[in-house]
């Protein structure tokens, strides 16, 4: 008999996992303009938007994904001065390197760096980003540190090939709750100069 109770048990959480992978995100997503489609990747337009951030000594996307998430999920969920809760946004930002490692919450378009409340914890820093052209490519499934150098090495093939320069850290960006299991939105993004 607890035999029984324990299959079913797993098969109505596997239904629930399932369901709500199905189900629509209701998440906001960050704002942007798609201006040129190539076949492996695309040219966007970001507007300047507020960020909540986090430096981190971390060098692995798990590392990094663990401390830092954290830290900003206790903040946006009441872990601030005024105790407000934010909600959550899409994408979460993670800029993976040998130096410094920063992962960054985009916060919803009612806010700016000027009513978000202060965060309780002072590694936790507020800025307004500029308006940025990028380049970005996607993949699916969860990511990973090699999955992550594979399509970045890839978008900056790419990007050379088609002799458009680019700056800055390639950056990480997750769209999906961990527990969603298919219909995983994964990017790599970077700046670009682009005057076309």
Sequence with gaps: MKVYFIVILVLIIVVFIALKSFAKNNVEEQ??????????FEVRFYPTATIASINSNAKTYKDLGSSGFRKLANYIFGGNKDKKSIAMTAPVYMDINDSQSTMSFVMPNNYNSKNLPNPNDSSITIKETESVYVAVIKFGGFASDIKIKEYTDKLKKQLLEKQISFYGNFNYLGY???FQVINRRNEILVNIKWTK
């Design 31 to 40: 704002p942007y303009q798609v201006i040129k489609v190539y076949d492996s």
């Design 176 to 178: 999906n709750p961990p």
